[in-house]
């Protein structure tokens, strides 16, 4: 089983900082380029509109805000390269993120993983297994996303690659989604799908 409660020197870590806009620049562009994996962990879960790169200069597109889409057509693509897409998050999915997400065939058929508990609040991207942002950020609009300054919210994180807390964030991450800690969680017996069971199933399955 993982330790979840440590605290750990490591020494000199190469790092970036970023805040506001900074975000979006560095998170969703280093998700743009995935190759293999994108991890992500999130209390909230909202629609997140991303500026469309595909747009050609002077053509107007109907879909959402002109200029915009949803980040969930930027997974979907990804995922049908063969990316593996996981999603852990503790509040239920926005509306709008939902209405987004039963658009995509590929992304109801499981090409994007969905995994919740209530006490998941730790905010992570991790891409490839080999670069991550850690900070205060949400999967949100507001957090991550292409809102104005005076729409977004206050944030601050880091950028890394490297290989000791790369180690570290993965290992309890893989432990929150296959419900190490469930056996002994007090909110069990409120929780809707204790990831433990569920993981078990999928193994069955």
């Known amino acids: 089983m993982t330790d979840l409660d440590f605290s750990r020197e490591l020494g000199t870590v190469r790092a970036g900082l970023v805040a506001g806009r900074g975000h979006y620049e560095k998170v969703i562009g280093a998700i743009r380029d995935a190759q293999t994996s994108v991890w992500i962990a999130t209390a909230n879960l909202k629609e997140l509109l991303i500026e469309d790169h595909r747009l050609v200069p002077g053509r107007r597109r109907t879909r959402g805000r002109s200029g915009y889409r949803s980040v969930l057509h930027e997974l979907d693509e990804l995922a049908q390269r063969g990316v593996e897409i996981r999603i852990l998050h503790a509040s239920p999915p926005s509306r709008p993120f939902r209405r987004t997400f039963d658009q995509l065939p590929n992304l109801v058929a499981g090409a994007v993983e969905l995994r919740s508990c209530p006490r998941v609040h730790l905010k992570t991207v991790i891409i490839d297994g080999t670069f991550m942002y850690l900070g205060s950020a949400n999967w949100t609009g507001a957090g991550l996303g292409a809102r104005g300054a ?56």
């Open 150 to 205: 005076g729409r977004r919210n206050f944030e601050l994180g880091i950028l890394t690659d490297d290989e000791g807390w790369l180690d570290d964030v993965q290992a309890i991450y893989a432990e929150l989604w296959r419900g190490g800690p469930c056996s002994d969680c007090r909110l069990r017996d409120d929780c809707e799908m204790p990831l433990a069971e569920l993981h078990v199933e999928r193994r069955a399955s």
